[in-house]
């Protein structure tokens, strides 16, 4: 599967962002897909992720509250809401799939699309 992530941008602290994660090449549905950052000077990070068929969530203590994973499997398509950014919410945010949902939990996936910069000014 192939993956494109898109959406990120410059906004102002609280402000919201909505990254997509463009699927193809494969069944999407048959993917966890998951969201995952990097910040410069630090490793990356889980953000969230979301089982197959979207039943099952997990998302990181940091951003819980503020952030929302979603998929649309009609379009290939996952998402991440970001609400209430911070300044610290900045990195290269990517996307990632697996079959398996503890290997993409573990940042073990096979398949990321190339990182989308989300940038939080003060």
């Known amino acids: 599967v192939q993956l494109q992530a898109s959406g990120g941008g410059l906004v102002q602290a609280g402000g919201s962002l909505r990254l997509s994660c463009a699927a193809s090449?494969?069944?999407?549905?048959?993917?966890?897909m998951g969201w995952f950052r990097q910040a410069p000077g630090k490793e990356r990070e889980f953000v969230a992720g979301i089982s197959r068929i979207g039943a099952m969530t997990s998302y990181a203590d940091s951003v819980k509250g503020r952030f929302t994973i979603s998929r649309d499997n009609a379009k290939n398509t996952g998402y991440l809401q970001m609400n209430s950014l911070k300044t610290e919410d900045t990195a290269v945010y990517y996307c990632?799939?697996?079959?398996?949902?503890?290997?993409?939990?573990?940042?073990?996936?096979?398949?990321w699309g190339q990182g989308t910069q989300v940038t939080v000014s003060s």
């Open positions: 090449g494969r069944t999407f549905g048959s993917y966890a």
């Open positions: 990632a799939a697996d079959p398996v949902w503890v290997r993409l939990r573990r940042s073990e996936s096979d398949y």
